[in-house]
Antibody
């Protein structure tokens, strides 16, 4: 069965960095686009970034462009999100999701990132 | 401000029918990009509910359905149950933003 497990969240000071990981199992990881989607406390969902299976196509939302970097290691069935210059408004639960042509069909349980001094 | 507009809240009694709208524009729904729906029970990850406007993934009860008209799509839930109380999000692609977008979400309360 498809499983996505995020890790790497935590408390970080404004201006700091953090690297999130998502480990996938139960499907051929390299065949799928993968996304990072976040949800600030009490707020709605926001697409942060997504990447094609080969890594050739990458998208970033304007709110994180230039600060966050998405990457993947298909040999390790893993997706990453390197976050720099973190701000209070980056505080959120970050979800990893598997993408298909018709939506994100599987989601991880999320990892909480808190940016606070 | 989301490019896809949803009502903040809807409610209904058990057994009733509720509709949640998702209104876009010519750069997303009106351009023919499909809309997908997700259900999020508080404290849990979103769940894939409807894809390509009207289709249900396997395992989703047929009480959930979708429809499209012009630049709007709707999620319809019939035979409302207490377990349906959740937040519902629509999602599509927007050419102006060159990326995927979510609606602001709708909180469904089962009375």
């Amino acid at each position: 069965q498809v499983q996505l497990v995020e890790s790497g969240g935590g408390l970080v000071k404004p201006g700091g960095s953090l690297r999130l990981s998502c480990t996938a199992s139960g499907f051929t990881f390299s065949n799928y686009y993968m996304s990072w989607i976040r949800q600030a406390p009490g707020k709605g969902l926001e697409w942060v970034s997504y990447m094609s299976g080969s890594g050739n196509f990458i998208y970033y939302s304007d709110s994180v462009k230039g600060r966050f970097t998405i990457s993947r290691d298909n040999a390790k069935n893993s997706l990453y999100l390197q976050m720099h210059s973190l701000r209070a408004e980056d505080t959120a639960v970050y979800y990893c999701a598997r993408d298909t042509e018709v939506g994100s069909d599987f989601w991880g349980q999320g990892t909480l990132v808190t940016v606070s001094s | 401000q989301s490019v896809l507009t949803q009502p903040p809240s809807v409610s209904g009694a058990p057994g009733q029918r509720v509709t949640i709208s998702c209104t876009g524009s010519s750069s997303n729904i009106g351009a023919g990009y499909p809309v997908h729906w997700y259900q999020q029970v508080p404290g849990t990850a979103p769940k894939f509910l409807i894809f390509s406007n009207t289709n249900r993934p396997s395992g989703v009860p047929d009480r959930f359905s979708g429809s499209k008209s012009g630049t709007s799509v709707s999620l319809v839930i019939t035979g409302l149950q207490a377990e349906d109380e959740a937040d519902y999000y629509c999602q599509s692609y927007d050419t102006s933003l060159s990326g995927r977008v979510f609606g602001g979400g709708t909180k469904l309360t089962v009375l």
